[in-house]
């Protein structure tokens, strides 16, 4: 995967793992999509930040391991593993894939897959 779109996507994830909203949400342009495995794409920085803040009260700690990108400067694949961490201190081991699309160091498309029946 190109360096770029590799660098952005490892700096989401510090950002995803702190769990920090606004932060998180300084990945994605004004108007960027984010695709869940179940089909609903959420438009805009506000319907991404409620995922966003419902993940993190679901799950405060959160660590993920980036295993293999592939891609170019503008479009990628990235293969993660994650290890959710529930309020009761239970572990959730969860992976998946992302399919990100950039532009000007912004995410403006976003698409998970990884297996809702986990949770």
């Not at 179940?38 to 319907?47: E, M, R, S």
């Not at 290890?83 to 969860?94: E, F, Q, S, V």
Request: net charge neutral; charged share 25%.
């Amino acid at each position: 995967m190109n360096n770029k779109l590799t660098k952005l996507a490892r700096e989401y994830w510090t950002a995803e793992e702190s769990r920090d909203i606004k932060a998180i949400l300084s990945f994605f342009s004004e108007d960027a999509r984010w695709t869940g495995p179940d089909g609903v794409t959420l438009v805009g920085h506000d319907q991404i930040r409620t995922f966003y803040e419902n993940s993190a009260a679901a799950y405060p700690g959160l660590s993920v391991e980036v295993m293999r990108s592939y891609g170019d400067k503008h479009e990628g694949t990235v293969e993660w593993c994650a290890k959710l961490t529930a309020p009761d201190g239970r572990i959730l081991d969860l992976s998946g894939v992302n399919i990100m699309k950039r532009k000007k160091n912004k995410f403006t498309h976003l698409t998970a897959y990884f297996n809702l029946g986990a949770f």
